[in-house]
């Protein structure tokens, strides 16, 4: 692709964020950003790929962390920026890829070029398929929704000032439940297609 | 009196809570207690403009006893502008010494001296480090020793980490030693005129003698690591050159003589009568100045956040002092303690370890000190008694956790960002014991030469 674009996907649990960012980045044939980029800050730091994961997209404990100016004793925190130090290495460099969470639609909130997006989905939607993705009871799917939705809003309002989910901070938020995943990521891949012809 | 009262210690704990939140800067979050403690402390409900002007304390800048009165306290309460103007004073001159590469430049030449072999360099850098932050904030030794001691570690193949929890714990230790070199001494010395000198005969021997302990415990607690880094042996040939880091000799050298002044101007200051103020003016004038055209830089470098910071905590605690709370607090002391000094430095000195050890230790100091001078006159005590108890607490509890000091976190911050996570658990592994051994070291020292 000529023109640098950047896609940042923001979702809700089970919305079908992550499976609509790759059909994206397969159509288009971008990059494809999510945990994946925490194998290559492992190598990069000679850090265990399992520590990462522990405390990724995560926030940090109130508590137990305290920050002195730009440094934090949290392993979430350091953990965020050292994603977030890639991710904008990465624009620097004039590369175009879809990103997943990681905060992406604010830190690399400067680049022109960047389409920030919003998935959401129905509530049943997303409990039918939670039940069916880990094989849970709908009380269960029910909790671990809210859980996952609540520690990617608090996640995400940590590192930004823009709130997670509110529609002014994005270019497109989208129900994924009314046209399908499969739809809705062509819709999406049509939406970019033509944002990329007006950079 | 009573709403007064309450409202100052809502609004006190308010600004705790939200200090220890992070949510909103902290300096924001003092000024603005802070302006709540003139507007509505002061004035909605003492009706005291006399209460405002004394915890504003702007005038006792304008007086000859701010800048040329050895051995006085310089302001007994409100905004203590001495500290103030020293601590900004001291990060003009830091930042002219970071910039000419003295840390660097000191580190590896250290390094280079003991022949990069992990047990000498182990012990080397947390003296250094205990040592610098006798007149260094303790920020600036951790941010450039483990900066160094990471590198040194992926040049050598050893792991740091032993090393940046060792070197942390002795920047806090060094620290207590002066009066300069942690922001509760600052305070201490400045609100009940202490000189360098009797910081260094008290709170010095103190941490003098800790630090041999400690050096011993941590050489015992690292013991394992270090006997198999030194067996590995691993020198490569081609390390940099210490004066490599020099970026420029003339402002190496210029920043050189002006911390060797800064030393020679705190120790002698009994002895001159300049305040620490005036040596903090002086300082950062003579940096400025021979920066040249870096003098933009160095003021834009300059920790304003930190400095307003001071400001609100001094208003937000004089709320306190008042309106009595801390004469309240004093009392209950005295009550419990029954007047028994032993038990009253216990006390201070245990209370003050583990509230810094989860707090910030800044705002607890400034709000103790009332309450000690308070302790001090009811039950007829040395002040200076209890003033070194809460030094040593609040400067040594601070190293028990990640987040009891400043230090702690840049220390794990910088180690993280290179790869080495340090948890709670390993923090508090190695370095809670040491503090409980300092304190309480500390203690009977006081219980033997004070009481």
């Given amino acids: 692709m000529e023109k640098q674009v950047i896609v940042s996907i923001s979702?809700?649990?089970?919305?079908?964020?992550?499976?609509?960012?790759?059909?994206?980045?397969?159509?288009l044939g971008l990059g494809f950003c999510d945990r994946n980029i925490l194998d290559e800050i492992a190598q990069r730091n000679n850090i265990r790929i399992e520590y990462l994961e522990k405390y990724d997209e995560k926030p940090r404990n109130l508590i137990l962390s305290r920050r002195v100016?730009?440094?934090?004793?949290?392993?979430?925190?350091?953990?965020s920026e050292m994603q977030f130090e890639y991710l904008r290495d990465k624009a620097l460099n004039g590369e175009s890829f879809v990103i997943v969470g990681r905060c992406a639609d604010s830190v690399l909130r400067n680049y022109k070029c960047l389409i920030p997006i919003f998935v959401m989905g129905d509530e049943e939607a997303k409990i039918a398929e939670a039940c069916?993705?880990?094989?849970?009871?709908?009380?269960?799917?029910?909790?671990?929704?809210?859980?996952?939705?609540?520690?990617?809003?608090q996640y995400h309002n940590r590192y930004s000032e823009r709130k997670w989910g509110d529609s002014r901070y994005y270019d497109m938020c989208v129900n994924s439940s009314k046209l399908g995943i499969e739809e809705t990521a062509t819709l999406l891949t049509e939406y970019i297609r033509q944002r990329i012809d007006k950079f | 009196?009573?709403?007064?009262?309450?409202?100052?210690?809502?609004i006190f704990v308010v600004m705790f809570v939200l200090i220890v939140l992070d949510k909103i800067e902290r300096h924001i979050v003092t000024l603005g207690c802070g302006l709540l403690t003139l507007l509505l402390v002061f004035g909605l409900t003492m009706h005291s403009g006399s209460a405002i002007m004394e915890t504003l304390n702007v005038k006792s800048i304008f007086t000859p006893g701010f800048w040329y009165s050895a051995g006085e306290a310089e302001s007994s309460s409100g905004i203590n502008w001495s500290t103030i103007i020293f601590i900004a004073g001291m990060m003009v001159m830091v930042e002219g010494m970071a910039r000419a590469g003295f840390f660097q430049w000191l580190c590896m030449n250290l390094a280079k001296l003991v022949h990069y072999k992990p047990v000498p360099l182990f012990i080397t850098f947390m003296l250094i480090s205990a040592v610098l932050s006798m007149f260094i904030d303790s920020i600036t030794v951790i941010l450039f020793l483990a900066a160094v001691t990471v590198e040194l570690g992926k040049l050598l193949k050893i792991d740091p980490v032993p090393m940046i929890l060792s070197e942390i714990f002795c920047a806090n230790l060094g620290g207590s030693a002066t009066m300069c070199g942690d922001p509760p001494n600052i305070i201490i010395g400045t609100s009940l005129g202490y000189s360098f000198g009797d910081f260094l005969t008290n709170t010095g021997v103190m941490a003098g003698i800790s630090l041999v302990l400690i050096v011993f415990y941590f050489y015992f607690a690292f013991r394992k690591e270090l006997a198999?880094?030194?067996?590995?042996?691993?020198?490569?040939?081609?390390?940099?050159?210490?004066?490599?880091?020099?970026?420029?000799?003339?402002?190496?050298a210029i920043s050189c003589v002006i911390f060797a002044c800064a030393v020679v101007l705190l120790v002698t200051h009994a002895q001159t009568g300049l305040t620490v103020a005036f040596i903090g003016l002086v300082i950062a004038l003579i940096t400025l100045i021979t920066s040249g055209r870096h003098m933009l830089l160095l003021l834009q470098r300059v920790d304003y956040k930190t400095l307003l910071f001071f400001v609100g905590l001094f208003v937000v605690v004089s709320g306190l002092e008042q309106t009595?709370?801390?004469?309240?607090?004093?009392?209950f002391i005295g009550t419990v303690s029954n007047g028994n000094l032993k038990l009253i430095v216990a006390i201070i000195i245990w209370l003050s370890a583990i509230a810094s050890a989860f707090i910030d230790n800044i705002p607890f100091a400034a709000t103790m000190l009332p309450v000690i001078r308070s302790l001090a006159a009811t039950q007829g005590i040395d002040p200076s008694t209890l003033a070194w108890a809460l030094s040593m607490g609040t400067d040594i509890g601070g190293s028990a956790t990640p987040i009891g000091a400043s230090a702690n976190v840049v220390g794990i911050s910088v180690a993280a960002k290179n790869g080495h996570f340090?948890?709670?658990?390993?923090?508090?592994?190695?370095?809670?014991?040491?503090?409980?051994?300092v304190v309480a070291v500390s203690m009977l020292f006081m219980f033997v030469r004070y009481c």
């Fill in chain 2, 228 to 252: 198999q880094e030194s067996a590995n042996g691993f020198v490569p040939e081609n390390l940099p050159d210490p004066k490599s880091v020099i970026q420029n000799k003339r402002d190496f």
């Fill in chain 1, 132 to 153: 069916r993705r880990y094989n849970i009871s709908r009380e269960e799917a029910i909790n671990k929704i809210r859980r996952h939705d609540r520690t990617r809003k």
């Fill in chain 2, 324 to 331: 009595g709370i801390l004469e309240v607090v004093a009392g």
């Fill in chain 2, 1 to 10: 009196m009573i709403v007064s009262q309450v409202l100052a210690i809502i």
């Fill in chain 1, 69 to 79: 100016g730009a440094f934090s004793n949290s392993i979430e925190d350091i953990i």
């Fill in chain 2, 422 to 437: 340090i948890g709670w658990g390993k923090y508090c592994k190695y370095s809670a014991p040491a503090t409980v051994i």
């Fill in chain 1, 11 to 27: 979702r809700e649990f089970c919305s079908g964020g992550h499976i609509i960012g790759e059909s994206i980045a397969k159509t």
